[in-house]
């Protein structure tokens, strides 16, 4: 029998909740395993290249990628799935058929876990927080889904937003009418927000591992009637999820989306789901 050897790159990785959910699903699935965590800084793509070399190898069957490298490892595979092409950012890869594929599992595992939260539909209308590649896995989902979608950026980053925005309307001219790109602040927002029926912080700003606080502009009312969605998972609760919750929103955190992406990644390295049995 295989056994499985998988991990996570990314950094930092203190946080992270993946060994523990993987380990669970080999348990589950009656498979041999590890998942080890692979903190790569942000710039050795020396690095990178050398555990992807691995997976080349055979060494490890299967990765994860998350903040920072989702767009950093694009140019050291082989071949995107569709939808890791269209969003340009890659959060798991397989070695198959002798070539290193990037799949992206994080915009089914948002969509799905996002139905918890039943936003409005009378106004499909969405801000998101942030440009990276999580932002892209987002905004696929979305769009693909027929919201419109703004991105609000800090004012170092919009030149970040305007290259997805870019990429995504390359790949589909109908998204240019759906996608639009703002800057993170108050004055710029405060006509727009009454329009939204919710808000997604795609940023790592509230996170244990990172910068503490909340991304949301200060005195920047927020939505009525409408739901926020943060990706962090740990803490359970962020500083956004509470000032949004204490403004009357609907809120949920990031462990659902990080659970159903990690099934999609588990079933693409071992060809199981969670609880098929050997």
């Not at 930092?12 to 590890?34: I, M, N, Q, R, W």
């Not at 965590?37 to 990628?65: Q, S, W």
């Not at 799949?103 to 801000?127: M, V």
Request: aromatic content about 6%; some cysteine.
């Amino acid at each position: 029998m295989t056994k499985f050897n998988l991990g996570l790159i990314g950094y930092p990785l203190s946080h992270s909740k993946s060994p523990e959910l993987h380990k669970g699903f080999l348990a589950k699935c009656g498979l041999k395993g590890e998942y080890n965590l692979y903190p790569i800084p942000p710039d050795d793509k020396d690095a990178l290249k050398k555990l992807l070399d691995l997976v080349r190898a055979g060494e490890i069957h299967g990765l994860n990628v998350t903040i920072p490298h989702k767009q950093n490892v694009i140019s050291l595979l082989d071949e995107l799935s569709d939808s890791a092409q269209t969003i340009g950012a890659v959060n798991t890869i397989v070695l198959r058929d002798g070539k290193l594929i990037g799949e992206n599992t994080d915009a089914p595992g948002f969509w799905k876990d996002l139905q918890n939260l039943r936003p409005d539909r009378s106004r499909s209308n969405a801000l998101i927080l942030g440009s990276g590649g999580a932002a892209r896995a987002i905004t696929y989902a979305l769009l693909t889904a027929g919201w419109d979608v703004m991105l609000a950026t800090r004012e170092a980053d919009i030149q970040q937003a305007q290259i997805l925005i870019q990429d995504f309307t390359a790949q589909n001219p109908e998204y240019a009418k759906k996608l639009s790109n703002t800057e993170l602040k108050k004055t710029v927002l405060d006509d727009l927000i009454p329009t939204l029926s919710l808000i997604v912080n795609t940023t790592p700003v509230g996170m244990a591992s990172h910068l503490q606080g909340s991304p949301y502009p200060k005195n920047l009312a927020f939505p009525k009637n409408a739901a926020l969605y943060d990706l962090i998972y740990n803490p359970s609760k962020t500083q956004l999820m509470q000032d949004a919750e204490k403004a009357g929103m609907s809120v949920r955190g990031g462990i659902g989306m990080l659970e159903t992406q990690a099934m999609l990644s588990f079933e693409i390295w071992t060809g199981f789901k969670i609880g098929d049995k050997k």
